[in-house]
């Protein structure tokens, strides 16, 4: 069974950085594209992040220069550092995990989530 774990959140000041970690199992992790999606109350759900098997990445408008993700597939883990961090970053931050299969296409895994508070 494919087991995605968040942790790393928490309050944090405007301006602050923190760092997000996903740990994954039961799955073949070198395979899976894997990517950071926030959801706020009253906001729409956003991809904030992704990055490939192969390591290429991309950022949604609003956290580029701000936010890097990585991968390390020896580990099964994926991190985001997040910097400079905003109020309206605030939201719950889930690890997402796509696997492809050539008989069912793709498949997506999801954490439960962690939860950054970005306030003074």
């Known amino acids: 069974q494919v087991e995605l774990v968040e942790s790393g959140g928490g309050l944090v000041q405007p301006g602050g950085a923190l760092t997000l970690s996903c740990a994954a199992s039961g799955t073949i992790f070198d395979r899976d594209d894997m990517g950071w999606v926030r959801q706020a109350p009253g906001r729409q759900r956003e991809q904030v992040a992704l990055?490939?098997?192969?390591?290429?990445?991309r950022y949604a408008d609003s956290v580029k220069g701000r936010f890097t993700i990585s991968r390390d597939n020896g580990k099964n883990t994926v991190c985001l550092q997040m910097n400079s961090l905003k109020p309206e970053d605030t939201a719950v931050y889930y690890c997402v995990a796509t696997e492809y299969s050539d008989a069912g296409g793709p498949m997506d895994f999801w954490g439960k989530g962690t939860l950054v508070t970005v306030s003074s």
């Open positions: 990055i490939t098997t192969v390591g290429m990445t």
